[in-house]
């Protein structure tokens, strides 16, 4: 059974950092490209960032674009995010999504397989 489990969520001042993991089970991460996405009260879930399968592709959405940093540690089949600079907006449930190939794009219909989300608030 496939379980990806979210952590290291919390509340953090506007200018703070925060690292999410996100421990798989039941799967190789070492086989999947793997995403980060959010949802905020009221809007739909949007993505962050994805990382290919072996970690020499990285893509963000321009809205974390020089703040956040996805990286992943195949061996440990962890799944992080890196958040500096998190500002106000950044204030959402994350979640990591994986998906059986090289690469993964931006969409959440392409991930067959999500966590349960860690809520992430940043204070003004």
């Known amino acids: 059974q496939v379980q990806l489990v979210e952590s290291g969520g919390g509340l953090v001042q506007a200018g703070g950092s925060l690292r999410l993991s996100c421990a798989a089970s039941?799967?190789?991460?070492?086989?999947?490209?793997m995403g980060w996405f959010r949802q905020a009260p009221g809007k739909e879930r949007e993505f962050v960032a994805t990382?290919?399968?072996?970690?020499?592709?990285?893509v963000y959405a321009d809205s974390v674009k020089g703040r956040f940093t996805i990286s992943r540690d195949n061996a440990k089949n962890t799944l992080y995010l890196q958040m500096n600079s998190l500002k106000p907006e950044d204030t959402a449930a994350y979640y990591c999504?994986?998906?059986?190939?090289?690469?993964?794009?931006?969409?959440?219909?392409?991930?067959?397989?999500w966590g349960q989300g860690t809520q992430v608030t940043v204070s003004s």
């Open positions: 990382i290919s399968r072996r970690g020499g592709t990285t």
């Open positions: 039941g799967l190789t991460v070492g086989s999947y490209a």
């Open positions: 999504a994986a998906k059986p190939t090289v690469l993964a794009g931006q969409l959440t219909s392409e991930y067959p397989y």
